[in-house]
């Protein structure tokens, strides 16, 4: 038999597939896997696991046999559950069979709204630094990602000004995150109600990544979808990987104006189906009866957040101390190192793992991330290793 020719890799893939760069924060960690005396910071979901009583309704939706496929917007009953809850939470009034749909996880919810929305050349901006996923889903789509840097001395809050600017005819959408990642910093209303206002005079789609709106210790969390005017062209977007400790459930949900939703459903339909059977029983008992679960976690992770602020502040990294989420974003600008060299330097010689500010966007640099979804006892070592690293300069040798 004639042997067949070699694969010529770019003969059969993408543009896209061969020009979207890995995650920064993969690639990093790749490093970090070879280094068992690591202790990481790095990692973003919670430390917990699954509170007992969630993942034995996913085990007993198996053993029931609830193991086939739901309504392509996820079951009835949870719907239902998740729109009294977002009208107590954030006061937005959503139709449970028309206004939502059950993903799996914001992920996808993301993917979902950005095909609904995102023609070739459209513009969507986002505020660097952050999540590393939003640059990367626009730009599969053919869309152009616009970023607008939230800066230090601002403290890392939108500028309108500077996003007005960035407005063009082809610019379709804003997408947010409050608490965001990296920096943990929230918005305020008054900030909120500048962006809306922006929003409806450009007659911009409003992408709002709420994920971390539960973990949130600045008080009250408003969305933008509740302003006056911006229900309408508002996506919410949240989920219980982190609310909840389900990263590996997979479980989120998207809401939104019914024009938005019934196209996502579409998309939906054909490339997912549904969200996980189980993981959807499971994010029932959740909201049936898991808020005394979340409250521990949220306890936990502001003892946490007081330790490390004070441990990055002592060891004279400036940091500013987050609204939500679990991430401090310290400012490393004063060792002369850029946040890549940073990152690789202290994981070389002290053998702590932080993620480089710069993979969240330009606009990251000089920062590193630090997680705090681990325990009092790593953050206290990884700090006195970090104090250590930053007295002792190992890279002026
Ligand atoms: N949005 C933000 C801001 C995140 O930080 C993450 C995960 O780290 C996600 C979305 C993805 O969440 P999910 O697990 O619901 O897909």
């Known amino acids: 038999m004639k042997e067949s020719p070699p694969i010529k890799p770019e003969k059969y893939l993408s543009e896209t597939g061969i020009k979207i760069p890995p995650s920064g924060i993969r690639e990093f960690f790749d490093i970090v896997y070879t280094r068992p005396d690591c202790i990481s910071l790095g990692v973003g979901e919670p430390d917990f696991d699954t509170p007992w009583r969630i993942s034995d309704s996913g085990i007993y939706s198996i053993k029931d046999g609830y193991t086939h496929y739901t309504p392509n917007r996820g079951l009835p009953e949870l719907r239902e559950a998740l729109v009294k809850k977002i009208k107590q939470f954030i006061n937005i009034s959503y139709d449970p069979s028309a206004d939502i749909i059950i993903t799996m996880g914001v992920s996808q919810g993301l993917d979902l709204a950005l095909r609904s929305i995102i023609n070739p050349g459209d513009e969507v901006i986002i505020f660097e630094p952050c999540y590393v996923s939003y640059k990367a889903n626009i730009e599969m789509l053919h869309g152009v990602s616009i970023a607008v840097d939230t800066i230090p001395q601002e403290d890392f809050q939108i500028n309108t000004e500077r996003l007005e600017r960035a407005i063009t005819p082809r610019t379709k959408a804003l997408l947010l995150n409050y608490p965001s990642n990296p920096t943990g910093i929230s918005i305020n ?15 911009l789609i409003v992408l709002s990544d709420e994920i971390y709106s539960s973990i949130n210790y600045a008080g009250e ?51 997912a189906l549904c969200a996980p059977s189980m993981a959807q029983y499971a994010a029932l008992e959740a909201l049936e009866n898991g808020d005394k679960e979340v409250q521990r976690m949220i306890t936990e992770y502001i ?46 010689s002290k053998s702590v793992a932080v993620v ?17 979804a681990t325990s009092i006892e790593n953050i206290r070592e990884a700090l006195s290793r970090i104090e250590a690293f930053v007295k002792e300069r190992p890279w002026d040798f």
């Open 189 to 203: 209303k008054t900030k909120l109600e500048e962006i809306a206002k922006i929003a409806i005079k450009h007659d």
């Open 221 to 271: 969390h408003v969305s933008i979808a509740s302003l006056p005017g911006m229900r309408e062209r508002t996506i919410y977007l949240n989920g219980f990987s982190k609310s909840h400790a389900m990263t590996g459930w997979r479980l989120g949900y998207v809401c939104g104006p019914e024009f938005l939703i019934s196209t996502m459903l579409k998309i939906h339909q054909y490339t």
């Open 303 to 348: 003892r946490r957040r007081n330790f490390i602020v004070n441990g990055f502040n002592e060891a004279l990294l400036p940091c500013r101390t987050p609204d939500g989420a679990f991430y401090v974003f310290p400012d490393i600008r004063s060792t002369g190192l850029s946040s890549r060299e940073f990152a690789l330097k202290l994981l070389d």
């Open 356 to 372: 480089p500010g710069n993979v969240f966007g330009n606009a990251g640099e000089g920062h590193i991330r630090c997680s705090y």
